[in-house]
């Protein structure tokens, strides 16, 4: 996970700080799934197969997402901030799903979606001005993007779908360079 940040911060009362600040991350996440029919020889709950064991896998990536997120903080020190965030997420999600099994007409079976989804991030973090430019931050973020759902047929016609939640849990450090 890596990206860039921008915001801007507004002193409402000695200790207090408001803020807006937008992001956009670029991330390698990506889960797999996969499953092999472990009876493997005629006799199934799955389906029942004439050439091979039934395999099945499935791949989820989250290549890139941005958030513009609201910030409420608080000074308990001079160059010490605790704050709290959230506000709109948006981000890439892929999916992919292949069926295999040997003997059957309609082997292979693969579907895939890419979609751009729309969700929430909320967070905290604490944040510490090394000078007067320069601060360096901790922060966790949970973004939902919400569920992904896929309507298809299976391998015999009959309907089927496939569905996937996009959410993260999210740790990061960062370094910020004040302008003012």
Same mark, same amino acid.
């Given at each position: 996970l %890596? =990206?860039?940040?921008? *915001?801007?911060?507004w002193?409402?009362a000695p200790?207090?700080?408001? !803020?807006i ?16 029919d ?5 006799e199934?709950n799955?389906v ?5 064991p039934?395999?099945?896998?499935s791949?989820?990536k989250?290549p890139?997402?941005g958030?513009?997120r609201?910030?409420?903080?608080y000074?308990?020190a001079e160059?010490?901030l605790l704050?709290?965030t %959230? =506000?709109?997420?948006? *981000?890439?999600?892929?999916?992919s799903f292949?069926f295999s099994?040997? !003997?059957?007409?309609?082997s ?6 890419s979609s751009?989804n729309?969700?929430y991030?909320?967070?905290a973090?604490t944040?510490y ?6 601060s ?5 973020l949970?973004v939902?993007?919400?569920t992904?759902?896929i ?17 993260d849990?999210? =740790? ?8 003012n």
């Open positions: %890596g =990206g860039v940040q921008a *915001g801007y911060n002193r409402l200790q207090w700080i408001w !803020g600040e937008g992001d956009i991350q670029i991330t390698g996440e990506k889960a797999s799934e996969t499953w092999t472990p009876e493997g020889g005629n199934s799955f029942p197969r004439f050439g091979g039934a395999t099945l896998s791949e989820w989250f890139c997402f958030t513009l609201l910030r409420a903080g000074n308990p160059n010490w704050y709290v %959230g =506000g709109l997420a948006v *981000g890439e999600s892929k999916y292949n099994q040997p !003997g059957t007409i309609n292979p079976y693969a579907l895939s979606q751009t729309v969700g991030a909320l967070g973090g944040e001005k090394i000078d007067r430019h320069w360096v931050k901790a922060e966790y949970y939902d993007l919400g992904r759902t309507n298809t047929t299976d391998i015999d016609g009959a309907p089927f779908s496939v569905s996937y939640r996009v959410r849990h999210i =740790g990061r450090i960062g370094l910020n360079y004040f302008f």
